[in-house]
Structure formats: structure tokens, C-alpha cells
């Protein structure tokens, strides 16, 4: 009897396992960092950097800085034109990584043993399976406007489903909501 009780609860393990994996595998890895000798206290004002790239997807990047705008200003800080005392600015990508899962007919990944359900008259060698993984990543970076040195930086990395593009805004405003929670820092 104790035998089957550890079976199942292997196999529970197993479950509890795979469940916290794939959810894992689904979300955002957001990270904050900041230099921890600077007073957060001291300023009040923020602009965005000037870039001199023009940006490739202008309405993710509209999105996305309004709800750093919204954060900021949520925290004290005010958006000014001039003089500002941090300056904010942003990196953004997409990646596409793609796998192929190719047959293995000298059963390589087993030492060369046949599984027990193989015949030679298998039939063909089946197709193989291609996945195109879609990865996004976004920085946004805090500047020291008068001292000309980087403050605080957030991340942010999440898998992208291409046939849910409807989602985007919805991950852009969670990783920065996430990356907001902490700031000020108060150490």
C-alpha cells in the first residue's frame, strides 16, 4: 500500500511542479535597480530625454509613456520643459528565437535503444515542428540631469504571444505599474 501512496504523490509533486513552471514561463521578470547613496527626496521634476532615433512603433511608445507620466506624477514628480531634474529615457526590442524539434530515427537521445513501442516499419520520418518564441524587453532609465549619471533603471522582460497583440498595452502597463512600486526607494 505505501508503495502506491508514494507513486501518487510523486506524481502530485510532478503536477505542482509543471503548474508553477509554466506560470513562471508566462510572466514578466521585472527588476528594479537605483544608486543607493543618491537622497530620491531631492527631486521633483522629470523630463523626457531627447532621442535621436526615431522610434519604430510610435503608439507602444505613446502607451508606454503615458503610464510612466501617470506613475511619475503619482509620486510627486512633476513633468516640466526645462530645467528638469531627472531626465527619463527608455530602450525598448523584440526578439524572435525559433526551434525546431527534428525526428530522431537512430534513437540518439535514448543511446541508441528503440523505445519499447517501435518497429522498423515506422513509416516515414515525420515532419518537423517549428515554434517562433516572441520575447520583449523594455528599460527605462532615471538620469541625474545636473550630475550626468544614472540613478535608477527598471526592466523589464515578458514573452509575447503574436496572435494576441491586443495584450501589449495591458504587459506594458503591468511591468511599469511593477516597476513603480518601490520608487521612490526608501532606504
Not at 510532478?14 to 527626496?41: H, P, R
Not at 528565437?97 to 534513437?107: E, F, M, R, T
Request: net charge positive.
Amino acid at each position: 500500500m505505501k508503495p502506491q501512496k508514494t507513486a501518487v504523490l510523486k506524481m502530485a509533486e510532478c503536477l505542482l511542479f509543471l503548474i508553477v513552471a509554466s506560470s513562471l514561463l508566462w510572466s514578466q521578470k521585472v527588476k528594479v535597480g537605483y544608486d543607493k547613496s543618491v537622497d530620491f527626496g531631492q527631486y521633483k521634476t522629470y523630463a523626457w530625454a531627447k532621442r535621436e532615433v526615431p522610434d519604430r512603433m510610435p503608439l507602444v511608445v505613446t502607451l508606454f509613456k503615458a503610464a510612466v507620466d501617470q506613475e511619475l506624477s503619482g509620486k510627486g514628480l512633476q513633468k516640466t520643459d526645462s530645467d528638469p531634474d531627472l531626465l527619463i529615457s527608455y530602450q525598448g526590442s523584440i526578439d524572435a528565437k525559433n526551434s525546431v524539434a527534428a525526428h530522431d530515427p537512430g534513437y540518439t537521445t535514448s543511446g541508441g535503444v528503440p523505445p519499447p513501442d517501435a518497429t522498423m516499419w515506422g513509416g516515414s520520418i515525420s515532419a518537423a515542428s517549428a515554434q517562433t518564441e516572441v520575447q520583449g524587453a523594455l528599460a527605462i532609465d532615471m538620469v541625474d540631469a545636473r550630475h550626468k549619471r544614472l540613478v535608477w533603471r527598471g526592466t523589464a522582460k515578458a514573452k509575447i504571444d503574436p496572435q494576441r497583440q491586443s495584450k501589449i498595452p495591458d504587459q506594458v502597463n503591468k511591468a511599469i505599474s511593477e516597476m513603480f512600486k518601490k520608487f521612490p526607494p526608501k532606504d
